[in-house]
């Protein structure tokens, strides 16, 4: 399949049973053949991460969501490559170059994913730029702020804002993350 699944209510369940069973089906391949730990490594890092990825920027996927949809990849994928499934996150997911296994970690890379996107449209003024600065807008209003909303608190501002939307998503991720937004909107 091509593209995502959304229920009309925009909740991601169908999408993560669809990712989970994505995740499953290559755990169970991977762990039924009698390929090299490094075939093994190979497949852990160049096949199954592209397939989870591709829907990411496009979901509001948490990061409780996005460890449930990559736990058996992690479990097998790892076990296979000679590395203890066990490892910590921190060395799970961190960069080779700096002693990590370089393993996807979906969360980051779909909230970073849509956030530069998200800059991009924005920046280059195309129409879902133009839709992405309504939605800000939108919860500019529902926040009851002025200004950029980015110099506030998401913290603080979360309790206010009904609304659950992608740029939501992408704002807590930023905020969470450390990250100073400078996009200006309307």
């Not at 369940?13 to 391949?29: G, L, N, Y």
């Not at 499934?85 to 799970?92: A, D, I, Q």
């Not at 704002?171 to 993350?177: D, K, L």
Request: charged share 10%; proline share 5%.
């Amino acid at each position: 399949m091509l593209g995502i699944y959304m229920a009309p209510d925009a909740n991601n369940v169908p999408q993560i049973q669809h990712m989970r069973k994505q995740a499953t089906d290559w755990a169970s391949q991977l762990n039924g053949s009698s390929i090299s730990k490094s075939e093994a490594w190979t497949a852990l890092h160049c096949t199954i991460p592209m397939k989870l990825k591709y829907p990411g920027p496009a979901c509001t996927l948490t990061r409780a969501q996005c460890q449930f949809v990559m736990a058996p990849v992690n479990k097998i994928g790892l076990t296979r490559s000679g590395i203890t499934s066990t490892l910590p996150s921190p060395f799970r997911v961190g960069p080779i170059t700096s002693g990590g296994a370089g393993v996807l970690d979906l969360y980051t890379d779909t909230r970073a994913g849509t956030l530069m996107y998200l800059i991009d449209q924005i920046w280059r003024q195309t129409s879902s730029g133009s839709l992405a600065n309504g939605i800000i807008e939108n919860l500019v209003i529902e926040a009851g702020v002025t200004g950029l909303l980015w110099d506030y608190s998401f913290t603080l501002l979360k309790q206010w804002i009904s609304t659950d939307t992608l740029l939501l998503h992408t704002w807590e991720f930023a905020f969470n993350a450390g990250l100073v937004l400078n996009i200006h909107h309307a």
